[in-house]
């Protein structure tokens, strides 16, 4: 930051680097800051992205959807209107008004969407037990989504579980990619399910310690925070 104050990605993973030591309110000062010296719209929304993302991350959800909802008042194409729809209806799914959810997945579906839309509308859908919209979801994704990619054994697993069908995701889980951190957390959850709390314990608290940092991808990023979300309601 000292050599270039003029690249945005130094003021945002500072702000990170804070959220994760713990020190939320440094962190959203970092984002503000961020969202105040630098004029592009996108970058400007990123850094009010994850000013929204450090409110669900501790857990308020009402806040989160305020910074969201504020996205929407500026001038966003389809696209990117889907997107803060997309994650308007994950935060109201794990954190506020599952009734509202609904309607955020309307608007989300409006655009053109890309194949990471349906594997977060397949685990949102799965979240407010809508399980017909969740495995069609589901399937959309695993038709869009290349053939080496395991992530669909996550979100088969996460609705199995919401269905009861604890072998099926045991089953699922085994196929699924083991260091990813959603996946960590629907197995948290199937331990739960299955009377071992210690072991969901401990995946907890590998979760709630892993990296959050900025991987440059906004929707892996964002599944990260989902599994955070995911693990500290079980």
Not at 175 to 195: C, I, Q, W, Y
């Amino acid at each position: 930051m000292e050599l270039d104050s003029e690249i945005a990605a130094g003021t945002m993973k500072l702000g990170l680097i804070h959220l994760m030591m713990g020190d939320v309110a440094t962190a959203r000062a970092d984002f503000a800051r961020g969202q105040e010296h630098f004029t592009d719209p996108a970058t400007k929304r990123e850094f009010t992205y994850w000013t929204a993302a450090s409110y669900a991350y501790t857990g308020d959800g009402k806040s989160a959807v305020r910074e969201l909802t504020n996205i929407l008042g500026t001038t966003l194409t389809p696209a990117q209107t889907a997107v803060v729809h997309e994650r308007l209806a994950a935060v109201e799914a794990y954190l506020g008004d599952r009734k509202a959810v609904a309607s955020h997945l309307t608007a989300s579906d409006a655009a053109t969407p890309p194949a990471a839309h349906y594997a977060l509308k397949a685990i949102v859908c799965a979240r407010i037990n809508d399980l017909d919209q969740a495995r069609g979801a589901a399937a959309q994704f695993t038709s869009r989504a290349p053939a080496t990619n395991l992530f669909p054994h996550t979100r088969n697993a996460l609705i199995a579980l919401q269905a009861k069908d604890l072998a099926t995701a045991e089953q699922e889980l085994a196929a699924a990619p083991p260091n990813d951190l959603f996946t960590k957390a629907v197995r948290a959850d199937l331990f739960m399910r299955k009377g071992q709390k210690a072991e969901a314990q401990a995946l907890r608290q590998e979760i709630s310690t892993s990296s959050v940092k900025l991987d440059g991808n906004p929707p892996v990023d964002f599944f990260k925070l989902m599994a955070k979300m995911h693990a500290d309601k079980l």
